[in-house]
């Protein structure tokens, strides 16, 4: 999968989206307006730009604020966005890079993460302004693989996640993709394939990736979900 491709794709979208309006609240981030999403994403990217080249895996400092003036926080994005491509166009993907995640703290993490990131927040960006965005089913289906099997054991062993132990199965109907998932205190299971469990949800890639965020209901149109409610709201990485 060509992440720097998706990645530029998504940002692209994403600014596009909030650029139209700025001030527009984010219905699927209470409190957030496009402003605020432009924000998190392009401090996110600046500090993916300063951090990568540094090739160890000790955390970050933080970065500076976005600025507030609407050109210059828009010039500010794209200069993350170009940076970033930038990185992952002369940076080797095994290098060293800390990540916040039980993943290899490697450069080339972030070429998925940032792509997932991007997608997310421009379907949040694009709905601020009445817009719909479609996802890939192949793309959407690799978000959800990322969000179970990389982002809820991070979350879990951080204590960050919905508490509950059980099994659930994900199942998507456009596209390949199961999994069959096991929580147990910090612990987090995850392997391929069709099997019973105590919870179960079934859907399109996109549908499955925006419930998994919190983006959607897990009966949210094209989704059918089975058993223990609150165990599929423990497979939210947030």
């Known amino acids: 999968m060509d992440y720097p491709a998706l990645f530029q794709a998504e940002a692209e979208a994403l600014l596009a989206a909030a650029a139209k309006d700025l001030d527009a609240p984010v219905p699927s981030c209470p409190g957030w307006d496009n402003r605020r999403l432009l924000s998190h994403v392009g401090r996110l990217l600046d500090s993916t730009v300063t951090h990568l080249p540094r090739g160890v895996v000790d955390p970050p400092p933080r970065v500076e604020r976005p600025p507030a003036e609407n050109y210059a926080l828009v010039e500010y994005f794209r200069r993350g966005v170009a940076g970033t491509l930038a990185a992952f166009r002369d940076l080797d993907p095994a ?108 859907g399109p890639a996109s549908q499955v990736l925006l419930a998994l965020w919190g983006r959607v209901p897990f009966d949210a149109t094209g989704l059918t979900a089975f058993g223990d409610q609150d165990l599929l709201t423990a497979l939210r990485p947030t």
């Open 95 to 202: 290098a060293p890079a800390w990540n916040f995640t039980l993943e290899p703290q490697v450069t080339g993490f972030w070429r998925r993460r940032l792509s997932h990131e991007t997608q997310i927040h421009a379907w949040d960006a694009a709905g601020a302004v009445g817009e719909t965005r479609e996802f890939d089913p192949v793309f959407a289906a690799d978000g959800v693989d990322e969000a179970l099997r990389v982002l809820l054991p991070a979350a879990r062993a951080a204590g960050l996640s919905k508490s509950g132990d059980g099994t659930a199965h994900v199942h998507l109907t456009d596209t390949p993709g199961e999994w069959m998932i096991s929580l147990t205190g910090d612990a987090v299971d995850v392997t391929e394939g069709h099997h019973k469990g105590d919870a179960g949800l079934r």
